[in-house]
């Protein structure tokens, strides 16, 4: 019926005490060959990773853990993580599992929720009234997180946008040249604060002849003064961008009187993937790379001190030869709680065969398509064919024969 190595359908969660205490990441060792480095785009912090004595006791306690099922029936899964209390204007970082995801920093299905972008997405028929790729010039859709934006009002230099569907949130891009693509962006949020993208070269990853890939968030602040700055490290492969990731978030700066400079941080340490799970693929002429694979969250505290920090256990699936992230702990010092740890079912690799109620199709031009036509994510078999009993040769009518994966 089809290849048998997609992603994991059974996944359950379970803490386990461990008789010893857990280690720290180390330094990250150098990229491989033809992988390049992803490099900080701001000053950085001391790295905080060392090794910890082993310990006889464990911390008590887990995770807390939120899991749910979306409308569309895909796994959804929540771990928040706690940061140092700022004044108000603090990042929110949780570890976030869907079903539906793809592979990133942690692997198939997990992503961390931090940061936020501004980036390029192609054009679908039902929203846009065509079909189109992303080609980086001035009529590409852009998209906050994932969501269109809609053009509210232009005038000289200013494009004002709304998220579809609303967020309330107003959008400002800043095109002071009249190019068409805004340069900058400002996100005024419901909450009052406001966020502010591609202000600075460290925070606008690089398209083809230099245009800007995506516009990053910089600095977050409220209406009293209080910001939190975002830095990113990037991989440069000549005039543009292979890869960019989310480094640091630094908060608690102060940019009134008298002005306070940030002394809270979450720091993000990037290892490299193992090399068969390294990917490249192609976007306009450039070889984007996907080799970062978060290997610790660590929370700064006043005096560069690490106050907690989160490790990422990591193995290589058997049949597809991706990254699956099968433990996380919290730890403060050198006491972790017990890990909340993730299994999956693998399967075979290879193909199965299995009897379908589709007939020998009547035309030789009927060609089978993998498809997922119900939303389970699992491919069905759909194979188009001419029906005999309606058309006639002028006028050939297709039928559309479907065989659903049981799994």
């Not at 010039?137 to 998209?143: A, H, R, T, Y």
């Not at 940019?255 to 941080?265: F, K, V, Y």
């Not at 979450?266 to 070889?287: C, L, N, Q, W």
């Not at 290589?316 to 079912?345: A, H, M, W």
């Amino acid at each position: 019926m089809g290849p048998r190595w997609l992603l994991p359908l059974v996944m359950f969660l379970a803490c386990v005490v461990l008789s010893g205490g857990c280690t720290c990441a180390g330094e990250a060792p150098p990229p491989p060959r033809n992988v390049i480095a992803c490099k900080p785009q701001h000053p950085v912090l001391s790295s905080q990773s060392q090794s910890a004595p082993p310990i006889e006791t464990v911390a008590a306690g887990a995770l807390p853990v939120n899991f749910s099922m979306t409308s569309a029936g895909e796994a959804s899964l929540v771990i928040p993580f706690r940061t140092v209390p700022g004044r108000g204007v603090e990042p929110s970082i949780s570890l976030t599992y869907s079903s539906s995801g793809g592979n990133g920093i942690l692997g198939m299905g997990f992503t961390i929720s931090a940061g936020s972008a501004i980036t390029r997405c192609p054009s679908n028929l039902a929203q846009d009234g065509e079909i189109r790729e992303i080609r980086y010039d001035q009529f590409d859709k852009l998209c906050l997180d994932g969501k269109p934006l809609v053009v509210i009002e232009k005038t000289a230099g200013i494009v004002e946008y709304r998220t579809k569907p609303d967020s309330h949130t107003k959008i400002i891009g800043h095109d002071p040249e009249n190019t068409g693509t805004p340069k900058s962006f400002e996100a005024f949020l419901p909450s009052g604060l406001v966020i502010e993208y591609g202000t600075t070269a460290g925070t606008r990853p690089r398209g083809p002849g230099g245009v800007p890939r995506a516009w990053l968030a910089a600095v977050a602040r409220d209406g009293r003064g209080n910001a939190m700055d975002y830095g990113y490290c990037f991989a440069e492969a000549g005039e543009y961008t292979a890869e960019y990731a989310l480094d640091e978030i630094k908060y608690t700066r102060f940019d009134g009187s008298p002005a306070l400079e940030a002394t809270r941080a979450v720091k993000f340490v990037y290892g490299t993937k193992d090399p068969e799970d390294i990917r490249t693929h192609y976007s306009r002429g450039m070889a984007l790379q996907s080799s970062l694979r978060l290997e610790e969250i660590q929370m700064i505290g006043p005096g560069n001190e690490l106050v907690r920090r989160y490790p990422f256990t990591y193995e290589l699936s058997p049949t597809t030869n991706r990254t699956l992230l099968t433990q996380v702990e919290e730890c403060v010092g050198d006491i972790c709680k017990p890990p909340t740890r993730f299994q999956y079912k693998t399967g075979e690799l290879g193909f199965a065969q299995h009897t379908t109620n589709i007939e020998e199709p009547t035309s030789h031009r009927a060609s089978p398509i993998l498809v997922d036509i119900n939303g389970d994510a699992l491919d069905d078999l759909v194979i188009p064919d001419t029906d005999p009993a309606l058309s006639t040769p002028g006028n050939p009518i297709t039928e559309w024969r479907v065989a659903k994966n049981l799994g």
